[in-house]
């Protein structure tokens, strides 16, 4: 689909189509598509805000009334996950958490649910969380192969580089079901569970378009996951897709970090436990004080399962608000790194291709063990001078006999693991050292991130770093970030920590301006054409269109990464479209790490999205001599936890439906 070029200076957009347009040919790579007049001025395309200001392009949004009745956020974790509420006309904002469930794990002191799913083997949704785990480990070990059991599978969205509505991810057993039905699954389970305890609590009839609702992602995921979150609470019937606004996303790390900026002494543990005398410790430093104070600086880490989430936060006085100071960072280094590290030690003892046909052969048991494991890793602390036991299931014992013709104690010999014993009932006796190695490369992984991010100069006179999350609970992760870190900041750990995510997200829920700027984690832009400069430009890129020479993939930016980008400031471009039929405007999306790229072909730049404008109206026919271009303005918002679009007709100031997509790459 062809979008005709004006003759104007300045870039040239290039877009693509959908599908042929029935009023010309399909979009070639040489196409040209033109921001109108308006828009190839540089001020067009930057960032204007949409409050009050001294630019005459400034908007003002008013700030509406709440109208939701209850917010309810759903933290949504990769090894537990749960839910709380809290009433909109509640003066005090009082936050609910989710009843505690029968069930449980020794050692396991909060009221969330382990993040896993059991489907029957037609694919229908069974159970989730301890009743899953249970009835899973209760079934004959031959039924048990054709049940479905998927757990962690948050991490699949994290680690998909290709993250789309047809990923699929693999139970236990090895059958393969779509992640989209998996994610609907457990967030419908926890809607009904949900709305029946705010319904008990609730002096009135509650409907179902008066909730928010709230979902918690790792600030490290970029767009399509956020979206493939999104798309899952509209499958699962959470809210419809016509009213996205009664959905919002939490980053994780900021729900936390708007939580603890609340925080008084009593709530908190803090680890830096030297002498404090009158408030002030022996280099002259300041404890933890009952309220932070205009312009204080922290760092919040988010230790969870599956990742590691850092972020930078000042606060700002009067309002309270949050600024983001650098663009959250983190990675894959959450507490189940530890449990791929037993698995792997497993794997040395006992042989890979055991552990491999155990897990298929007898799933149940596999889970038992891994169970086993993760009450007791909860319990290790440094310095433990008593060996941690960890019980083998009996198919464990008898299944390694009947494979391998021997004992697992002759195993264990074999295997010269001196640092795991065996113990005569039944299970195995891992020394300090052997937690120690289990451990060690995961908390040295977010420890180097912490002081990594702590070396910026914009993170610099940071006053306090909180640890939260459910790995934050951690005596082993505790230590060695006091260690790393305890002379250059209070290291605070918040009570009931594994709850301090959930509680943030009700709080975020409850007022979604709290984080007012942000930083962008990508560069974001489009490719255009720009006039060609001979010796500036590369001759690959030289372009001749209607005797004009222009230069090819140039990345015109949205904006850049790490920039800071205020809640409702909005980049701005006008698009035209080629013909009076045209129905339909695509642009591609191109997103970079880094910020110094010039080309959309550069290395380390990739199409991410699409925005797709859509055009109801057919233009008429312009009058001889006369000028009818359509201009369509769309505005990109930058500055919120996700990227959104909007559109209008400028001749006839209609909406024009506009959308984003990061998922169909």
């Not at 390694?400 to 001196?418: C, P, T």
């Not at 110094?596 to 312009?622: F, M, N, Q």
Request: glycine share 6%.
């Amino acid at each position: 689909m062809l979008l005709s070029s004006l003759p104007d200076r300045g870039s040239r957009i290039m877009a693509d189509a959908e599908r042929p347009d029935p009023c010309g040919p399909p979009l070639s790579r040489d196409s040209l598509s033109a921001p109108s007049s308006s828009a190839t001025r540089r001020n067009d395309c930057s960032i204007a805000p949409l409050t009050p200001s001294a630019s005459p392009r400034a908007e003002v949004r008013p700030r509406m009334a709440c109208p939701f009745s209850v917010v309810v956020a759903i933290d949504f974790g990769t090894t537990s996950s749960g839910y709380a509420f809290s009433f909109t006309e509640d003066s005090e904002a009082i936050i609910h958490v989710m009843k505690r469930w029968e069930g449980g794990d020794p050692g396991v002191a909060d009221q969330k649910s382990p993040t896993c799913l059991l489907l029957t083997p037609d694919l229908r949704f069974h159970s989730f969380g301890f009743a899953a785990r249970d009835f899973y480990h209760d079934l004959d070990p031959d039924e048990a192969r054709h049940w479905l059991y998927l757990d962690k599978f948050k991490m699949k969205l994290h680690s998909a580089c290709d993250l789309t509505m047809e990923t699929e991810l693999e139970a236990v057993n090895g059958r393969r079901v779509t992640a989209i039905e998996v994610f609907a699954h457990a967030l419908r389970f926890f809607q009904e569970h949900a709305l029946k305890e705010v319904k008990e609590q609730s002096s009135s009839v509650l409907e179902r378009d008066q909730v928010r609702w709230v979902i918690t992602v790792p600030a490290v995921w970029r767009q399509p996951a956020k979206q493939f979150m999104r798309e899952a609470a509209y499958v699962a019937g959470l809210v419809s897709a016509d009213r996205p606004e009664q959905l919002l996303i939490a980053l994780e790390p900021e729900a936390a970090s708007v939580y603890c900026r609340k925080l008084r002494l009593h709530q908190v543990t803090d680890l830096s436990l030297r002498p404090i005398a009158n408030g002030t410790d022996a280099d002259g430093s300041l404890a933890f004080d009952s309220s932070f104070r205009q312009g204080d600086k922290y760092v919040v880490a988010d230790c969870g399962g599956g990742t590691v989430d850092l972020t930078v936060h000042q606060i700002e006085q009067p309002q309270g608000t949050l600024k983001e100071l650098y663009k959250a960072s983190g990675g894959p280094y959450g507490a189940v790194g530890v449990d791929l590290a037993f698995e792997s030690m497993l794997s040395q003892i006992f042989g890979d291709d055991f552990i491999r046909s155990f897990k298929v052969k007898r799933p149940a048991a596999w889970v038992d063990l891994t169970i086993a494991f993760e009450a007791r890793k909860r319990t290790v602390a440094p310095g433990r001078a008593n060996a941690l036991n960890i019980s083998l299931p009996f198919s464990f014992i008898d299944y390694y006999k009947r494979h391998r013709g021997q004992s697992v104690e002759a195993a264990l010999r074999r295997s010269n693991m001196n640092i795991v014993k065996w113990s005569s009932q039944g299970m195995l006796r891992l020394t300090q050292e052997a937690m120690n190695e289990l451990f060690q490369p995961t908390v040295a992984n977010i420890v180097r991130h912490i002081e990594e991010l702590m070396s910026k100069p914009e993170v610099r006179g940071v006053r306090f770093l909180f640890l939260v999350g459910g790995f934050a609970e951690s005596p082993m992760l505790q230590k060695a970030v006091d260690k790393a870190l305890g002379r250059t900041c209070r290291v605070i750990i918040p009570h009931n920590v594994g709850l301090t995510i959930l509680k943030g997200a009700v709080l975020f829920g409850l007022d979604p301006t709290v984080v007012r700027v942000r930083r962008c984690p990508l560069t974001y832009g489009v490719g255009v054409l720009n006039r060609f400069v001979k010796g500036r430009h590369p001759q690959d890129k030289l372009l001749i269109k209607d005797d004009r020479q222009w230069c090819t993939d140039i990345l015109d930016r949205f904006v850049s990464v790490d920039q800071s980008v205020a809640l409702g400031e909005v980049v701005r471009r006008s698009y035209t479209p080629a013909r009076p039929c045209q129905r339909k405007i695509i642009i591609n999306i191109y997103c970079s790490a880094t910020d110094d790229v010039t080309y959309i072909s550069d290395p380390g730049v990739r199409k991410c999205g699409t925005v797709t404008l859509e055009l109801p109206e057919a233009l008429a026919a312009p009058a001889a001599g006369g000028s009818a271009r359509r201009e369509i303005r769309a505005t990109m918002q930058f500055g919120d936890t996700e990227i959104k679009v909007t559109a209008v007709d400028v001749m006839s100031k209609r909406s024009v439906r506009a959308s984003i997509d990061f998922l169909s790459n």
